[in-house]
């Protein structure tokens, strides 16, 4: 069985009016449900529409994100033909850690909107 919540009429006026002045164009319906659920369970409508929000955020980080995954794949077969080749030691060291720096930047990246992803998924359950 559901939870009872009993809000006053000044809560539900509140609640109304966030909705009715609410202006962002990124904002979809979902967010605004997900404010209404996060006062139904006592965080609070900002909490949850903008954790909403921020979850909606990094799916779309995400997308954009699979052809720089493809390329860091590239980087790292480029790299073992690096390591491969007869060039000069030093031109070898320069251009291995140059396209580390550039995998390892683009991972810690990756793993930071992971992370986010990640705890908005937990919170919006």
Do not use: C, H
């Not at 909403?52 to 779309?60: E, F, I």
């Amino acid at each position: 069985m559901g939870k009872v919540i009993k809000l006053t009429e000044a809560d539900l006026e509140k609640i109304v009016r966030k909705v009715i002045e609410e202006q962002e164009t990124e904002e979809g319906i979902s967010d605004v449900y997900q404010g209404l659920r996060g006062v139904w369970r006592g965080y609070g409508y900002d909490y949850y529409k903008y954790t909403s929000t921020l979850r909606n955020l990094t799916r779309k980080l995400k997308k954009l994100d699979e052809p720089n995954t493809r390329i860091m794949d590239q980087l790292t077969d480029l790299k073992g033909k690096v390591q491969a080749s007869k060039m000069p030691a030093q031109s070898k060291f320069d251009l291995e850690n140059e396209i580390d720096d550039a995998v390892n930047y683009f991972t810690s990246y990756a793993n930071a909107i992971d992370k986010i992803e990640k705890l908005t998924s937990q919170t919006l359950k």
